[in-house]
């Protein structure tokens, strides 16, 4: 069986490889090697991946003492993805207790009041703005930081430490370990300060719970609210440019989003299954026992990756996939995970990305790119697609 070197081409932006939708059609299951770690399986079919993603038979636990297939240099701790059930549920079910869906909607008005005072600071300085800088950094790094807990003072810190959660080369192993330390050692004094003196916020909630409930040790009480407050908006701040690019490259949606701003929500969950935010994939499953995919037998131990974009794209699923139809039938994309591993922080990031999608249709209708679309730039580096900057205009 032909193994292909994976990602199949350079990352361009927020194009998929016509590779997938060659392999959804024809080779289902193939063999990859990613740039380190040991050759896999990679799943391309919605069906298929959402198998791996949540059959108990597949083991996240397993890739620990396994040279995993990866696209970064060095192997990361990922805390609970890195864990299979018990321990994955024991720690989930702590920050769920803490990170409901109330308190994510109790704090909706106050995210549309830091979306609305950072577009009157666009209003103020006229454009050309450069969105991510402006608008799709600071909204999501105050609103996770404000639910966590974290003195305004504090917050700048946090978007050069959680680079780290996100890197594949852009930085080296060195500072990854440098900038996660200086988070863990910055959360376990900001933990010990809310033990001491309580408040109304995100970690207050998780030490309470964790000292009368008493069933996580202090390192992991720390290293979870290191990870939501990492977690909780390193992809939103990617999303948002991301979201905003796609509306102004094609007008004919923006315009509909600005005649009808009630399809904010469908428009989220479009846009959410068509941008492809991962950059090749991530979080290999080991299989406990021999077990079929589709037509194809996987051995027990036989590392597989799923891609969540070509899911995503996936004919069998998606009427016309490489559309963008906000009026498109409700079907579950993959854009937030699934299975145990889901991402905890999914009603944040939509409830995020909903107030500043219709935010800044509401203020600038007739909003648009200020430079020509080839001359923009992307990061490089990274797990996800994201722009370095989007100047826009009004």
């Avoid at 996240?60 to 995993?68: H, I, L, M, T, V």
């Avoid at 050692?185 to 933990?191: D, K, W």
């Avoid at 290999?284 to 794209?313: C, F, H, K, Q, W």
Wanted: glycine share 6%.
């Amino acid at each position: 069986m032909t193994v292909r070197s994976y990602p199949f081409s350079p990352l361009e932006g927020l194009r998929l490889d016509p590779m997938y939708a060659q392999l959804r059609a024809d080779e289902p299951l193939s063999r990859v090697r990613l740039p380190y770690g040991e050759e896999a399986w990679l799943a391309v079919r919605y069906d298929d991946v959402k198998m791996v993603l949540s059959d108990p038979r597949f083991s996240r636990a397993a890739a620990n003492g396994r040279d995993e297939p990866r696209m970064m240099p060095h192997q990361s701790d990922a805390g609970t993805l890195n864990m299979d059930p018990p321990e994955h549920s024991r720690l989930r079910g702590f920050v769920a207790r803490a990170f409901t869906t109330r308190r994510i909607d109790e704090f909706r008005p106050r995210t549309a009041e830091i979306a609305s005072e950072l577009v009157a600071a666009m209003r103020a300085q006229g454009p050309p703005v450069d969105l991510v800088t402006a608008f799709a950094t600071p909204l999501p790094v105050r609103v996770i930081c404000e639910l966590l807990g974290v003195p305004v003072e504090d917050q700048d810190k946090f978007g050069v430490w959680s680079e780290a959660v996100v890197a594949s080369t852009s930085l080296s192993p060195e500072q990854i370990g440098e900038y996660l330390g200086a988070m863990m050692e910055y959360m376990y004094a900001l933990v010990a300060q809310r033990r001491a003196e309580p408040t109304d916020d995100l970690i207050s909630a998780m030490v309470k719970a964790r000292d009368e409930k008493g069933r996580l040790t202090e390192h992991e009480l720390v290293d979870l609210a290191a990870g939501l407050l990492a977690a909780g908006h390193e992809t939103t701040v990617t999303q948002i440019p991301n979201f905003v690019y796609v509306l102004l490259t094609h007008p004919k949606a923006r315009d509909e989003l600005v005649a009808h701003p009630e399809l904010v929500p469908n428009a989220v969950e479009e846009l959410m299954r068509y941008v492809p935010l991962v950059a090749g994939t991530v979080f290999a499953r080991y299989p406990t026992v021999d077990i079929m995919i589709g037509e194809t037998l996987v051995r027990a131990g036989e590392p597989v990756v799923a891609s969540l974009p070509s899911a995503n794209r996936d004919e069998r699923v998606f009427t016309n996939p490489e559309e963008l139809d906000f009026h498109r039938p409700a079907y579950p994309h993959l854009g937030f995970g699934h299975g145990i591993h889901y991402c905890f922080g999914a009603q944040l990031a939509r409830m995020e990305l909903q107030v500043a999608v219709a935010t800044l249709v509401e203020a600038f209708p007739d909003l648009r790119l200020a430079t020509p679309e080839q001359d923009l730039a992307w990061k490089p580096g990274l797990l996800v697609r994201g722009l370095r900057a989007l100047p826009v205009t009004w």
